[in-house]
């Protein structure tokens, strides 16, 4: 009996296995199961989950009163702006900073030794960069006293627990971050183009405008944004090197101080999740401008 | 004219070094701040402090007992490295080699965790653990830094199985390997300068990464970094050197990954994963 139970049913499988393998689904394609399952498990859920926990406030008052707390809240709504205000100059001086330097790199012989060097501050990390920051800036640190002795400045000037201190490790930090991603969307640019452009009369100028400049174009968009999701998630040097309390109270130290001083999950991921919003929103804004100053081939020389 | 635009080029390329050097400069200041002072004995206002010793490091090791939290710190390195070795290399070789339907949907939830900063996703990812009571413990400091990293490891080692010809692995098809002996007998010792490049820079990641492992850690389960900052945190409560000694131990371990790293990857490819994620 089971035999012939399962013998219609064996073809009819089999056809099915073909037509999923056909189709690209096979146990190659399983493979990719158990990280997918990890990722869905510890990204994708924790995602919804905080959506839906700040949608269920601790202390009651309606679906959305974690969002009208934030919003009618001028020291917590605050930090939106604080943080914008920090996050775009530094991700804008990095990036203008990194395409000069870019170009003049790419030809170099020793660009690894640059690149070594460069990835020791991204190694390190924020916290380290921090202190040192606090012994090498602060007002009997050595860049205080070699301003003195060049006799730039007569007293030492506050450049830690301050605004200043932040931006500065910002840059420590994220400019050997766009210069790398910057210097490899130059090195895929073809040097004969330039070569002809110059052949042809182009000046550098001329030659940076007309060809550099609409092949990096898409590249830079992504530097932008990549760098800046990064900056607007500052936490460390903001409390290390700034004054949480003040001009650096960026919108992380509003998520961590609900969630883990205050005990407020729900309100943390709230603000994580405006967090979140306000990082789509601009990079939304950056692509579409991007896409709006040029259009045409991303990458390629005969376009 | 020309004369005018040579130097015009030549100044800007002195430009260019001035600030490449005085990036370096400041850079190198910032590391030898920390380094000089934890061997000094006080260091007020001079140059330099006034004598060298080493009694910081015994003091720091003791005093933020640095042997419970490296062994800590190496544990989640550890683990992560292998569970994203397990996790991440057959995902990798599926997403080489297979076209399917919704594949570029898995491309997508593989890129958010790598571009989307830490901080915003580490509070609903904690609040899952605590819900799940794994919050302030090892495993749940573990599984949180191995979540960014199973998709670091799959964009590193996909363009490294893209290049090996399928050929091969047609070959040992044919002689009647399975999924599980080919993976093991053929494409693994192809893939190890691959797999080992792709391991060292999550161990490099994973010993740097501090806010996932901040927003996690409870008590006991703190990593060297974590540790870090809360000892600058609360500056004041011991000796600036103290913590100096702190950062150098943190600095010397990750350092020592890193220049092991460089042997085998370029330093673009750590930033440098980015660029081929967010197409």
């Known amino acids: 009996m089971q035999g012939m139970a399962l013998t219609p049913a064996a073809p009819e499988r089999a056809r099915l296995s073909q037509r999923l393998a056909r189709r690209g689904f096979d146990v190659t394609t399983l493979l990719l199961l158990p990280a997918l399952l990890f990722v869905m498990a510890l990204f994708v859920y924790p995602a919804i989950y905080g959506l839906w926990l700040s949608l269920h406030p601790m202390n009651g008052g309606g679906a959305l009163a974690n969002y009208i707390n934030f919003f009618s809240d001028a020291y917590k709504y605050d930090t939106i702006f604080t943080t914008l205000k920090l996050a775009i100059p530094v991700t804008l001086v990095n990036l ?191 692509m579409k401008a991007s896409s709006l100053l040029y259009r045409g081939p991303v990458a390629g020389g005969k376009g | ?101 919704g594949k570029r949907f898995v491309m997508l939830i593989f890129v958010l965790p790598l571009i989307i900063p830490p901080f915003t996703y580490g509070i609903p990812l904690a609040s899952v653990l605590y819900k799940f009571g794994l919050g302030g413990t090892l495993t749940g400091v573990i599984l949180a830094n191995l979540m960014p990293s199973v998709p670091f490891v799959i964009f590193i080692l996909v363009p490294f199985i893209e290049q090996i010809d399928p050929r091969v692995e047609a070959a040992a098809r044919v002689f009647g390997a399975g999924t599980g002996a080919l993976l093991r007998t053929v494409m693994v010792p192809l893939l190890v300068p691959g797999i080992l490049a792709a391991l060292l820079l999550v161990l490099v990641r994973t010993i740097g990464m501090f806010e996932l492992t901040f927003l996690t850690a409870g008590p006991g389960s703190q990593t060297l970094v974590v540790e870090l900052y809360y000892s600058v945190f609360a500056a004041g409560m011991r000796a600036n050197q103290s913590i100096d000694a702190m950062a150098v131990i943190y600095m010397a371990t990750s350092l020592i990954c890193l220049v092991i790293a460089l042997r085998f990857v370029d330093p673009t490819q750590i930033v440098g994963r980015a660029k081929r994620t967010a197409h």
């Open chain 1, 96 to 286: 203008l900073i990194s395409v000069p330097i870019a170009l003049r790199v790419r030809h170099m012989r020793y660009q690894r030794i640059l690149t070594t060097i460069l990835i020791i501050p991204v190694t390190l990390g924020t916290v380290l960069t921090a202190q040192g920051m606090l012994n090498y800036l602060g007002p009997l640190g050595w860049f205080n006293r070699v301003l003195m002795l060049l006799g730039i400045i007569h007293e030492p000037v506050r450049l830690v627990h301050d605004f200043t201190g932040v931006f500065l490790s910002q840059i420590v930090g994220g400019f050997p971050f766009c210069f790398m991603l910057v210097l490899s969307y130059v090195t895929g640019i073809d040097p004969s183009l330039e070569s002809a452009a110059a052949m042809l009369g182009a000046g550098p100028f001329a030659r940076f405008r007309h060809i550099i400049l609409p092949l990096l174009g898409a590249g830079l968009a992504i530097t932008f944004c990549l760098a800046f999701v990064q900056a607007f998630a500052v936490f460390p040097s903001a409390v290390l090197l700034g004054a949480p309390s003040g001009p650096t109270r960026v919108i992380a130290i509003a998520a961590f101080h609900a969630a883990y001083e205050e005990y407020d999950y729900s309100m943390g991921s709230a603000v994580a999740i405006i967090m979140g919003a306000v990082q789509i929103i601009v990079v939304m804004l950056v």
């Open chain 2, 1 to 101: 004219m020309t004369f005018n635009n040579e130097m015009g080029a030549r100044l800007w390329r002195l430009a260019i070094w001035v600030f490449i050097g005085f990036f370096i400069i400041n850079l190198v200041g910032i590391i030898a701040a920390v380094v000089v002072d934890s061997f000094g004995t006080s260091w007020f206002n001079s140059w330099l402090p006034g004598g060298f010793t080493t009694s910081w490091y015994s003091q720091a090791w003791s005093s933020f007992q640095l042997g419970g939290v490296l062994l800590v710190t190496f544990e989640v390195a550890g683990a992560v490295l292998l569970g994203s070795a397990l996790l991440g290399v057959p995902a990798a070789y599926a997403l080489a080699r297979r076209d399917f339907p």
